[in-house]
């Protein structure tokens, strides 16, 4: 299958990519950054999600929004706005099956900064619209919300005793999940959940 994710130089976006060069599926990676993986089946594009400009890719099969930012000033254009253009993009394509968004437990929790928090919850509402538009297509549309992750856009906190010990004391089993623990869930939220 061809799979779109995007943020895909780091952290969960490049797990998930990997997860799903792991099983043969051809990727398309979309980030900011120069690209992390080096496989015959990726191809990266070095791009903003904001950018309207025409991407190069086939149609997908699977279609999974990761990019975002905690920079609260642009916080409601990447994560939300931007995530949203990107997506609508692909919605006629007539190979998808599934759609993913990487959203955050500040989405039902208003942990975090209140941009961010709105970007993430806005993202699941946009998520719950589009499951229910697309329903009738057979296309499933899920949102995963990880709580406290490790990977390189957290180290301010992981760094930080204090901020580490108050993040994991929202956290309900006691840890940080590693990015491969998304990575499998989003690859049975959108390959196996048929």
């Known amino acids: 299958?061809?799979?779109?994710?995007?943020?895909?130089?780091?952290?969960?976006?490049?797990?998930?990519a990997e997860r799903f060069?792991?099983?043969?599926?051809?990727?398309?990676?979309?980030?900011?950054?120069?690209?992390?993986?080096?496989?015959p089946n990726y191809t990266h594009f070095v791009r903003?999600?904001?950018?309207?400009?025409?991407?190069?890719?086939?149609?997908?099969?699977?279609?999974?929004?990761?990019?975002?930012?905690?920079?609260?000033?642009?916080?409601i254009g990447v994560n939300l706005t931007g995530t949203i253009r990107f997506t609508e993009r692909f919605l006629d394509a007539p190979t998808l099956r599934s759609i993913l968004f990487i959203a955050s437990a500040s989405a039902r929790n208003g942990a975090e900064f209140p941009y961010y928090v709105a970007s993430k919850a806005g993202i699941v509402g946009y998520m719950k619209y589009l499951a229910n538009a697309l329903g009738p297509r057979k296309i499933t549309v899920n949102a995963i919300s990880p709580g406290g992750v490790v990977t390189?856009?957290?180290?301010?906190?992981?760094?930080?005793?204090?901020?580490?010990?108050?993040?994991?004391?929202?956290?309900?089993?006691?840890?940080?999940?590693d990015p491969e623990e998304v990575a499998n869930l989003a690859y049975t939220l959108t390959v196996e959940n048929r």
Not at 22 to 39: K, M, T, W
Not at 48 to 66: A, F, K
């Open 1 to 16: 299958m061809n799979v779109l994710v995007t943020g895909t130089s780091q952290g969960i976006g490049r797990a998930i």
């Open 48 to 75: 903003d999600i904001r950018d309207d400009s025409p991407l190069n890719v086939p149609d997908p099969e699977i279609l999974i929004n990761n990019a975002g930012t905690l920079d609260e000033a642009d916080a």
């Open 152 to 177: 390189p856009a957290n180290a301010h906190i992981l760094e930080s005793e204090t901020l580490y010990k108050a993040v994991l004391g929202e956290t309900l089993l006691g840890k940080w999940a």
């Open 21 to 39: 060069l792991q099983e043969g599926h051809a990727v398309f990676g979309v980030d900011l950054r120069p690209a992390a993986i080096e496989r």
